[in-house]
């Protein structure tokens, strides 16, 4: 038997038809290998746990690990590792922003900190500027899929803090450079967002729909088109997924 915890979650108001999704998607992975799904569950904070037996399970962790983000010990996290996370509490604290990597202490979750100061040293060319806004500028959303470089680890005080990586930068900068207002949206499938756009006739609004994770996106809207604006819109048929725009003309402030 062999069990895995993900990093990926299961959240939100439509969490019935996304971890239907998942197990449909697990089926299909799993399909042509001798092994049985003891368990696809979710755990407290919505993290997809499973557990599977068979002459093939050591394949299928191996092939779970290829094609998701697995948590791991603390301990194992090391300083200037480049690590996925998730965007957590986005808002919540003025002293910066917690990401979930994946760090287990204890069957706990350790988070990230990005520090305000390291926030606004990336994203706003050190300028004084409060997290909220930082959050508001760059449409930064709760399990938003973001990119991160370790800088501390200190398991004694069961701490670890980190920046974006220079991946995570280059993706702010492709949006900047391009000049596209953005929708960032989390916890909902890519089919549903289609249809809610045709239904409200703002898929002619949309370049492209760019998957960030597991149910994140970032919707590239076309030129001319404001992102706020369809939020609006498309809202009320969506109730309860949180999402958030990118609009490059915050950026004067910087």
């Known amino acids: 038997m062999r069990e895995i915890l993900l990093l990926e979650s299961i ?6 038809d996304l971890i239907t999704y998942f197990r449909d998607e697990i089926g299909k992975l799993f399909r ?14 919505g993290n997809i746990y499973i557990r599977f037996s068979g002459k093939d399970e050591e394949f299928a962790y191996n092939l779970l690990k290829k094609e998701f983000h697995v948590c791991k010990k603390l301990s194992e996290f090391e300083v200037d590792s480049e690590v996925f996370g998730k965007l957590i509490q986005v808002g919540k604290y003025g002293f910066g922003i917690f990401v979930n990597v994946g760090a287990l202490y204890n069957d706990t979750f350790t988070d990230a900190l990005i520090a305000l100061h390291k926030l606004r040293e990336q994203l706003v060319n050190d300028k ?27 398991i004694n005080e069961y701490k670890i803090e980190a920046c974006f990586s220079e991946s995570q930068l280059q993706v702010f900068n492709k949006w900047i450079n391009e000049g596209s207002e953005i929708i960032n949206i989390c916890g909902v499938l890519e089919s549903k967002i289609k249809k809610v756009l045709k239904i409200t006739n703002h898929k002619r609004d949309i370049k492209n729909i760019v998957k960030l994770g597991l149910f994140e996106y970032s919707l590239v809207c076309k030129p001319g088109t404001e992102a706020p ?15 958030n725009a990118f609009v490059p003309e915050r950026l004067d402030i910087i």
């Open 128 to 154: 004084k500027i409060s997290t909220r806004k930082i959050i508001d500028i760059y449409g930064l959303v709760n399990n938003m899929p973001v990119q991160t470089r370790i800088t501390e680890v200190n």
């Open 32 to 45: 042509n290998l001798d092994l049985e799904i003891d368990m696809i569950t979710l755990t407290e904070s």
């Open 229 to 243: 604006g369809i939020i609006s819109h498309i809202g009320s048929r969506l109730p309860g997924v949180e999402m």
């Open 11 to 16: 959240y939100g108001p439509y969490w019935q």
